[in-house]
């Protein structure tokens, strides 16, 4: 059963950075994707940024150039980074890691990111 779990949130202000992480357990392939997505209070989860296997990566307009997003292939390690700098308060929110291989997703339980002052 695959599982992914993800760390490295908190409550950080204005400005400042923080890196989330999200490791897959319990799978014997690579993910063709993984990316995070968030959800904001009283909103939808949208995309934050994604990463296939062969390194492409997308990213929504509101964290361009703040965000990077990298992953580890090594050994179908299959764990995905990212770097959040900038950090504004709309930025708040849940962060969700997604995996994703062929037509099957799976996603971890989220880390909660606060920024403010």
């Known amino acids: 059963q695959v599982q992914l779990q993800e760390s490295g949130g908190g409550l950080v202000q204005p400005g400042g950075s923080l890196r989330l992480s999200c490791a897959a357990s319990?799978?014997?392939?690579?993910?063709?994707?993984m990316g995070w997505y968030r959800q904001a209070p009283g909103k939808q989860r949208e995309l934050v940024a994604t990463?296939?296997?062969?390194?492409?990566?997308?990213?929504a307009d509101s964290v361009k150039g703040r965000f990077t997003i990298s992953r580890d292939n090594d050994n179908a390690k299959n764990t995905v980074y990212l770097q959040m700098n900038s950090l504004k308060p709309e930025d708040t929110g849940v962060y969700y890691c997604?995996?994703?291989?062929?037509?099957?997703?799976?996603w971890g339980q989220g880390t909660q990111v606060t920024v403010s002052s």
């Open positions: 997604n995996a994703r291989k062929s037509i099957l997703s799976f």
């Open positions: 319990g799978s014997i392939f690579s993910f063709d994707a």
């Open positions: 990463i296939t296997s062969g390194g492409i990566t997308t990213y």
